[in-house]
């Protein structure tokens, strides 16, 4: 198949004056040479085609493929994951990944979480502040949890994202809506186990792949899977496997993590970030179907490391899961 490869590339945001923060998101070009390779060895031919408006340019001149391979991140606004898969649908060109009510719905945090917790799926408790008064008005007791409601990468995580007292949330919210400029996530806190569940497949195919514990290394920020802990996961951050064989906790977890996917209409490949509460019982974070797909650096391949998994292996099953989103398109597209 000809298959295009869109993406944001973390250099070239920053070549036009963006933050180390702001595109922390972005891919490496690396990244985007490792999957060129790993599609010519499948057999395919890559081409790129880069972010939304190269998309755009070029399916203004009436360019088409065969299946894009979307990683593109995008940067502005609540939809910012789902806009190339918007544009492919219009154009009616096959692409990897979740559709575009997915990527919205799963980056609005709150959102994910109420779909989840009113499938019967276990969440911790949470509020959503918009507005720096509304911070009084949450009810949940301390020790409490806070985050923007709709990054990645860590982005707004610290340690001081952990609330002891009461009298703290009000200024934690109030520096996170002035820095990031949408709503913060006030969550009941989790102090247990930090679990990343990496998933293959689609709806009733759909598979757990494996599990990685992360174990923060002496000199990281305490107690978070913060912003810098994951710049600096090499440093700081272990990946243990998790095998669910002999561990309940890992089976819970992998259990939960299938039925949220599912439940969210994921497709082909990602994760799902879990952490237990204080009794040890896992409860689902947030889902990623937008995974990061750096052979050494990102979650997701190094779960499939760990495993003893080939990165080709990985590209493989992405692409072929999709692939059966081709053949329905041509069909439609010959009826």
């Given amino acids: 198949m000809r298959i295009g490869l869109t993406y944001d590339l973390r250099d070239v945001y920053l070549a036009w004056g ?3 923060e702001e595109t922390a998101e972005h891919d490496r070009v690396d990244t985007i040479e490792h999957l060129e390779r790993a599609l010519r060895a499948l057999g395919h031919e890559p081409e790129r085609i880069g972010h939304a408006r190269e998309l755009v340019a070029r399916l203004a001149a009436g360019e088409s493929w065969d299946l894009v391979f979307n990683i593109a991140e995008g940067l502005h606004g609540p939809g910012r994951e789902a806009l190339v898969p918007a544009l492919l649908d219009h154009y ?3 692409y990897t990944f979740s559709d575009p009510l997915v990527m919205a719905l799963t980056l609005d945090k709150a959102v994910t979480k109420r ?3 009113d499938a019967g799926l276990y969440t911790p408790d949470f509020a959503l502040v918009e507005r720096a008064e509304e911070a009084e008005r949450v009810t949940l007791a301390p020790p409490l949890f806070v985050k923007p409601v709709a990054e990645g990468t860590g982005k707004g995580v610290t340690p001081a994202s ?3 007292r009461r009298e703290e949330l009000a200024p934690a919210c109030l520096g996170l809506l002035e820095r990031y400029r949408q709503p913060v996530l006030v969550e009941t806190l ?4 930090e679990l990343t569940v990496g998933i293959w497949g689609t709806g009733a195919d759909a598979e757990v792949i494996g599990t990685l514990d992360v174990v923060l290394l002496a000199g990281a920020e305490e107690g978070v899977y913060s912003y810098v802990n994951k710049e600096r996961c090499e440093e700081l951050v272990e990946y243990r496997l998790a095998p669910a064989d002999g561990d309940g906790v890992v089976a819970e977890a ?4 299938l039925a949220a996917w599912r439940l969210l209409g994921c497709r082909d490949a990602g994760r799902v970030d879990l952490r237990c509460d204080a009794a040890g019982r896992p409860a689902f974070l947030e889902v990623n179907p937008l995974a990061g797909l750096h052979p050494e650096h990102s979650d997701l391949p190094i779960l499939c490391q760990r495993l003893g998994i080939p990165y080709l292996d990985l590209i493989g099953r ?10 329905v398109s041509a069909v439609e597209l010959a009826a």
């Fill in 254 to 257: 992998e259990e939960l993590a």
């Fill in 92 to 94: 009616e060109i096959p």
């Fill in 18 to 20: 963006y933050g180390e």
């Fill in 162 to 164: 952990i609330l002891r």
């Fill in 318 to 327: 992405i692409v072929a899961s999709a692939s059966s989103r081709v053949a």
């Fill in 190 to 193: 989790l102090p247990g186990r």
């Fill in 115 to 117: 779909v989840v917790r």
